[in-house]
């Protein structure tokens, strides 16, 4: 096996995806521009995006962190919306762009059609979020596509799988479609049900934290595996102990945390590059098989589709904000009344990804009875240029759109404030707990020890309030940036001190290693403080 390729591959999307930082065009958009520039350069590899690697291998790692990073209380205060997105809209749009495409396109049979209309139905979740976070949206509305993305893979693979058995002639009935989506729907969350607790109680039961963290690294894929063996929705499982595990994750030990982040944010970072990059080199693939639809018969129909795609979720988005608040008085009391600017950036941020490509692509060559697959290539071209299609035109206009709207974005001051009082709360707690354990006798310390749990404390509670202070006039810092800085200038003049140490062999490699490791810790305390 010639790993070459693969090595180029991460390398190559990890610097695309580290320049993205420095510019205003989100990663996802500069890693497809540069996937598809790359594509046609003599000598680069060809790459095939294989849907047995990218539904199994890539996308649950992927779920698995965005559901992990996710809030419980915050998907749960916002579940209407979100399930009538992640379901009734992937429904909505695979019978809407199915119908659509089976008028547009000759000999285009309803049953491939509809297979096609599954296959883009779900917005991507790595897509949207990124692109959301970017812009700063409001909180609210972070939350709505977040979830959306998290369930509506599970939606689309399940319609795709309906769609696809009656374009094969396996024949199926809407009772079996029905029956089908729910025990994916149902199956997937009992999966995710029955697993999430054993696991945490290994999480917190587990002394090591590289057996944890191996451990963790495992989940998504267990989950997923696991659920499909009986045809049950993957997506489903993953997102559910992840949801889960992320809600508890503060019973877990501090090491276990600390690395589990710096882990999972790699592997995050690595998969969601390579992942975008490789949706730009399918170009020639699919180009490639593309025969009698080349030219301006294939621009005609992939423009019509992406069109359907684009409008059908502004047409359902907006009943699906206002319809249920005009029938029923509940909803109306216990939410605020929306304006139509929020559900236009919810509509408009409906980026397509690379599942809907891993979809197409698992699509079979041949129909049962040994015929091929009705236009199967052409349906492969106009997946890949409605995922490109929405990944530029709104992906590039999005931050503009949310700066035209003026859209209130999160209250930083706010939110300082109510970190503030929070720790105040929690400070006063450890103080009192501190002044119990001293006034045991087991528990007696010298008087400057004490003092430093104490100012240790105090420091922890002021960071807060000092980020609201003013900034010097010197240095445009604030106190606690300053506060920052100098820490790690004093550990870096002894990690310095200690090098040296090990450099003239007064000491090993083995302490210097657990040196730094303190002043590491002592450094990411610090920052944590600051931030």
């Known amino acids: 096996m010639d790993v070459m390729p693969l090595l180029l591959l991460v390398a190559g999307s990890a610097v695309v995806a580290a320049a993205a930082r420095r510019t205003p065009v989100p990663a996802p958009l500069l890693l497809v521009a540069a996937g598809l520039a790359v594509s046609y350069v003599p000598g680069v590899p060809g790459y095939t995006l294989d849907p047995h690697v990218v539904l199994p291998l890539v996308l649950p790692p992927l779920l698995y962190t965005s559901a992990a990073d996710s809030s419980y209380l915050d998907l749960r205060a916002q579940l209407r919306p979100v399930a009538l997105l992640s379901v009734g809209y992937v429904l909505f749009a695979t019978f809407a762009v199915g119908w659509a495409a ?57 319609a795709y799988r309906v769609a696809l058995a009656a374009a094969v002639g396996e024949g199926t009935t809407w009772a079996g479609g029905i029956g089908e989506f729910l025990l ?55 997102v559910t102990v992840a949801l889960y595990l992320g809600h508890r994750a503060w019973e877990v030990d501090f090491a276990t945390r600390l690395q589990e982040e710096a882990v999972w944010k790699m592997v995050a970072f690595v998969l969601e590059s390579a992942v975008f990059a490789l949706i730009g080199l399918q170009l020639p693939v699919i180009l490639k098989g593309l025969g009698e639809y080349e030219g301006g018969r294939a621009a005609w129909y992939a423009i019509a589709v992406f069109l359907v795609v684009v409008v059908s979720r502004f047409v359902w988005v907006y009943p699906a904000t206002f319809l249920p608040r005009r029938l029923w008085a509940r909803i109306r009391e216990r939410e605020d009344n929306p304006t ?19 979809i197409a692509f698992s699509i079979p060559l041949t129909v049962h009875g040994g015929g091929p697959f009705p236009e ?41 404030l109510a970190e503030a009082n929070a720790q105040a709360q929690a400070s006063r707690a450890a103080e009192r707990r501190l002044a119990d354990l001293l006034s045991d006798e087991r528990n007696v310390l010298p008087g400057p020890l004490a003092d430093r749990l104490r100012s240790v404390l105090e420091r ?70 600051a931030v």
């Open 102 to 158: 089976y008028m547009i396109v000759p000999d285009l049979p309803l049953t491939a059609a509809l297979v096609l209309g599954a296959v883009v139905a779900p917005p991507d979740a790595v897509a949207a979020t990124a692109v959301a976070r970017r812009v700063g949206l409001p909180s609210r509305i972070t939350t709505i596509l977040q979830g959306e993305s998290l369930v509506n893979d599970a939606t689309a693979i399940t």
């Open 184 to 238: 994916a729907a149902v199956g997937g969350v009992g999966f995710g049900l029955v697993l999430m607790v054993p696991i945490h109680w290994l999480r917190t039961h587990l002394k090591e934290a590289l057996l944890q963290n191996t451990l963790s690294l495992l989940i998504p894929f267990v989950a997923y595996a696991a659920a499909e063996q009986v045809h049950a929705s993957g997506v489903l499982a993953v």
């Open 340 to 358: 139509w600017k929020a559900p236009f950036v919810i509509a408009w941020a409906g980026m397509r990804g690379v599942v809907s490509l891993a």
């Open 376 to 416: 199967r290539n052409l349906i492969l071209f106009l997946t890949f240029t409605t995922v490109i299609g929405t990944l530029v035109l709104q992906g590039l206009t999005l931050p503009s759109l949310v700066r035209l709207l003026k859209l209130p974005g999160r209250d930083a001051q706010a939110e300082t």
């Open 460 to 529: 922890r509670r002021n960071a807060v309030w000092e980020r609201l202070g003013q900034v010097n006039p010197l240095t445009g810092e604030t106190v606690d940036d300053a506060y920052r800085r100098l820490s790690r200038e004093m550990i870096g003049a002894e990690r310095e001190v200690f090098v040296k140490l090990r450099d003239a062999r007064h000491i090993d490699d083995e302490m210097l290693r657990t040196l730094l490791r303190r002043l590491d810790l002592e450094e990411a305390a610090a920052y944590r403080e």
